[in-house]
């Protein structure tokens, strides 16, 4: 079993940044696929980005060149650092973590309970 904590979101204007974490529970985290993922109000679930455990990266059309995504695996925690946020970035933050490959759907086996991030117009 994995625990997935995300920590980090909070209320930010349009165009900031803000840096999202998410902490594991296992100390065999770095051989996880993890994926953040996101999911506003009255809409789907969404892919954002995600990152192999060779740190190979993936991120959905829109958000590249404006999020990052990257792990430590020494603290066990992958990050989202987001730049140049939008108000359509508004939504609660999940990431999810799996043995293997990392995937671009929701096929993860362990996730968090999320955290909201909110941009302001």
């Known amino acids: 079993q994995v625990q997935l904590v995300e920590s980090g979101g909070g209320l930010v204007q349009a165009g900031d940044s803000l840096r999202v974490s998410c902490a594991a529970s296992?100390?065999?985290?770095?051989?996880?696929?993890v994926g953040w993922f996101r999911q506003a109000p009255g809409k789907e679930r969404e892919f954002v980005a995600a990152i192999s455990w060779g740190s190979t990266t993936y991120y959905a059309d829109s958000v590249k060149g404006r999020f990052t995504i990257s792990r430590d695996n020494a603290k066990n925690t992958v990050y989202l650092q987001m730049n140049s946020l939008k108000p359509e970035d508004t939504a609660v933050y999940y990431c999810a973590a799996r043995e293997g490959v990392l995937r671009v759907d929701k096929q993860y086996d362990y996730w968090g309970q999320g955290t909201q991030v909110t941009v302001s117009s």
């Open positions: 296992r100390r065999t985290f770095s051989a996880y696929a």
